[in-house]
């Protein structure tokens, strides 16, 4: 059960940019905001990266820390693809192969930050 719970995070973060991704490109909400659409990703991706690793206990991450990282790296950079993907159908947005590099950048950076994190607080 508490495994399931752990995931909630992760689930709650997909559908944000799932309803992110569905606004069209002259909204005014995604217009509002004005740090740079890279760093947007990278921050929305680099959150999406920490909920996918608190998804899994600590002890499995320092058992297995490249798997575990590799896992959530795939996990991120597929969801990634799938959200360009989907912006293609959305009036205003288009996808972009330099977001992609920056969710990829982000995920990385999340799995680094999050495994110095476990193993200072071990």
Same mark, same amino acid.
């Given at each position: %059960?508490?495994?399931? #719970?752990?995931?909630?995070?992760?689930? !709650?973060?997909?559908?944000? =940019?799932? %309803?992110?991704?569905? #606004?069209?490109?002259?909204?005014?909400? !995604?217009?509002?905001?004005? =740090?740079?659409?890279?760093?947007?990703?990278f921050i929305a991706y680099f959150v999406l990266g920490i909920t996918f690793c608190i998804w899994i206990s600590s002890?499995?991450?320092?058992?297995?820390?490249?798997?575990y990282g590799i896992f959530v790296i795939v996990l991120c950079t597929l969801f990634g693809i799938s959200d360009e993907?989907?912006?293609?159908?959305?009036?205003?947005?288009?996808?972009?192969?330099?977001?992609?590099?920056?969710?990829?950048?982000?995920?990385?950076?999340?799995?680094?930050?999050?495994?110095?994190?476990?193993?200072?607080?071990?």
């Amino acid at each position: %059960m508490k495994n399931i #719970l752990r995931i909630i995070p992760a689930i !709650l973060v997909m559908a944000a =940019l799932f %309803m992110l991704s569905t #606004l069209p490109g002259n909204d005014p909400f !995604l217009n509002s905001i004005h =740090l740079g659409d890279k760093i947007e990703h990278f921050i929305a991706y680099f959150v999406l990266g920490i909920t996918f690793c608190i998804w899994i206990s600590s002890k499995k991450w320092l058992a297995k820390p490249i798997i575990y990282g590799i896992f959530v790296i795939v996990l991120c950079t597929l969801f990634g693809i799938s959200d360009e993907y989907h912006q293609t159908f959305v009036p205003g947005r288009s996808a972009d192969l330099y977001d992609l590099a920056v969710d990829f950048a982000a995920s990385i950076t999340a799995v680094l930050v999050y495994f110095l994190f476990i193993k200072i607080k071990k």
